[in-house]
């Protein structure tokens, strides 16, 4: 069985930093894409950062040069650093194994 176990959001000013993690199981982890993707109450899931079996990385825009996504394939877990925070960067971050399943989400919420 496939488990994604989403940690480390919470409620940081803005310009804070936070490092979520995601632990898992039930496959190979090292021969898959991982992502990191949010999502607000009413609106569609966003896409934030991918993570190659090779470690190539990518981002949104909206996150680049502020977040930093990254593997350890010996832990078997993701991680996502985020710096720099902004209100609009408020959310339910989750992972995801490819385009497949995704956790059950850590909150993170940005405001003074």
């Known amino acids: 069985e496939v488990r994604l176990v989403e940690s480390g959001g919470g409620l940081v000013q803005p310009g804070g930093s936070l490092r979520l993690s995601c632990a898992a199981s039930?496959?190979?982890?090292?021969?898959?894409?991982m992502r990191w993707v949010r999502q607000v109450p009413g609106k569609e899931l966003e896409w934030v950062s991918s993570?190659?079996?090779?470690?190539?990385?990518t981002y949104a825009v909206s996150v680049r040069g502020r977040f930093t996504i990254s593997r350890d394939n010996a832990k078997n877990t993701l991680y996502l650093q985020m710096n720099s925070l902004k209100p609009e960067d408020t959310a339910t971050y989750y992972c995801m194994r490819a385009s497949m399943e995704r956790g059950q989400g850590t909150q993170v919420t940005v405001s003074s």
């Open positions: 039930g496959f190979t982890f090292s021969s898959y894409l």
């Open positions: 993570i190659g079996n090779t470690g190539t990385t």
